[in-house]
C-alpha cells in the first residue's frame, strides 16, 4: 500500500524559514518523480517543486526560485522541501506527490500520482 506522510507544518512569521518532510512507503519501482504541490484557500493546486529520479535536477515554480529547495534523502524515501524568506502568501496546504513522471499536466497527476493528506503552512505578517 502506498502511502506518502507529510509532516513539518505549522505556522511561521514572514521571512522566516520552515522544512516540510515526507516519509514515502510502498512506492512501486515505477515511480521516478517526486513533487510538491500546494493549494490556498479559494485558489486553485500549485506545483511548488519536483525532482526527478534520472537526473535529480530540481525543477520549481517561479513562486519557490531562489526561496525553496526540494530535496531527497534516506535512499530517497524521504522528499523535503524546505522554505526559507516565508511570505503571507506563502499559506496553504502543502502535498507530497509521487508518480512515474514529472508530469506537466495537472490531470496526470490527479489521475497518475500517489497523494498525501497534507500538511498546513500559515505564515504571518
Known amino acids: 500500500q502506498v502511502q506518502l506522510m507529510e509532516s513539518g507544518g505549522g505556522s511561521e512569521q514572514s521571512g522566516g524559514s520552515h522544512r516540510l518532510s515526507c516519509v514515502a512507503s510502498?512506492?512501486?519501482?515505477?515511480?521516478?518523480?517526486m513533487a510538491w504541490f500546494r493549494q490556498a484557500p479559494g485558489k486553485e493546486r500549485e506545483g511548488v517543486a519536483a525532482?526527478?529520479?534520472?537526473?535529480?535536477?530540481?525543477i520549481y515554480a517561479q513562486s519557490a526560485k531562489g526561496r525553496f529547495t526540494v530535496g531527497q534523502e534516506n535512499a530517497k524515501n524521504t522528499l523535503y522541501l524546505q522554505m526559507t524568506d516565508l511570505k503571507p502568501e506563502d499559506t496553504a496546504m502543502y502535498y507530497c506527490a509521487a508518480a512515474n513522471h514529472c508530469y506537466s499536466n495537472d490531470k496526470d497527476w490527479d489521475n497518475l500520482g500517489y497523494w498525501g493528506q497534507g500538511t498546513q503552512v500559515t505564515i504571518s505578517s
Open positions: 525532482i526527478a529520479d534520472s537526473d535529480g535536477r530540481p
Open positions: 510502498g512506492l512501486p519501482a515505477s515511480v521516478h518523480c
